[in-house]
């Protein structure tokens, strides 16, 4: 059920994309959706999961409608979640129309940070924040600065804000080429 639900959405944005007016890099992407039987828990609400799964598609909508997506994938460049988190005030039930809002915060030297939202008629139900990378279809870590130069920006210009670089540096994992040992000390 999930591969169908995450197929149909991602082929609905697909087909949307190109009728939506295009959006400046740091503009706010906003895409509608309902809730859908297959969104729900044992609860009868949207499962936590499936949020972090929503939001994946207006992050692709910002690429697409900004005209990156295209000009990333000639450079072999794809965008990956590095970490994220999310705080759920409201939950969304069965049927129930909500639109997701994403901006990008800022960059440090190494990612794009993103905020992204849940809203019903104006209020907030949940709330997420993104650190993304930038991976090479042949391997290794694109830069900032390439990501910049094909984007158009100057990073350097859209700092976050201090809770954020303090909130990457908390979650963060040592690098996937160093030890990560799992002790509960």
Do not use: C
């Amino acid at each position: 059920m999930d591969i169908l639900r995450r197929s149909l959405r991602l082929l609905q944005l697909n087909l949307t994309a190109g009728r939506r007016p295009p959006l400046d890099l740091h503009d706010v992407a906003v895409i509608e959706g309902r809730v859908w039987p297959t969104d729900l828990d044992e609860l009868r609400h949207v499962n936590n999961g499936v949020y972090l799964s929503m939001m994946d598609l207006p992050r692709l909508d910002l690429l697409m409608r900004s005209g990156l997506w295209p000009r990333f994938r000639a450079a072999g460049i794809y965008p990956v979640v590095a970490s994220q988190t999310i705080t759920y005030r409201k939950s969304l039930q069965l049927w129930q129309r909500f639109r997701i809002e994403t901006r990008i915060v800022g960059y440090d030297d190494r990612a794009v940070y993103l905020e992204q939202r849940f809203v019903v008629d104006g209020e907030v139900y949940a709330r997420g924040f993104v650190k993304g990378r930038f991976l090479r279809r042949t391997g290794g870590v694109a830069t900032i600065e390439e990501v910049g130069r094909l984007a158009g920006i100057d990073p350097a210009l859209h700092p976050i804000p201090e809770w954020m670089r303090s909130w990457s540096e908390h979650v963060a994992l040592p690098s996937s080429r160093a030890e990560a040992p799992s002790r509960w000390d």
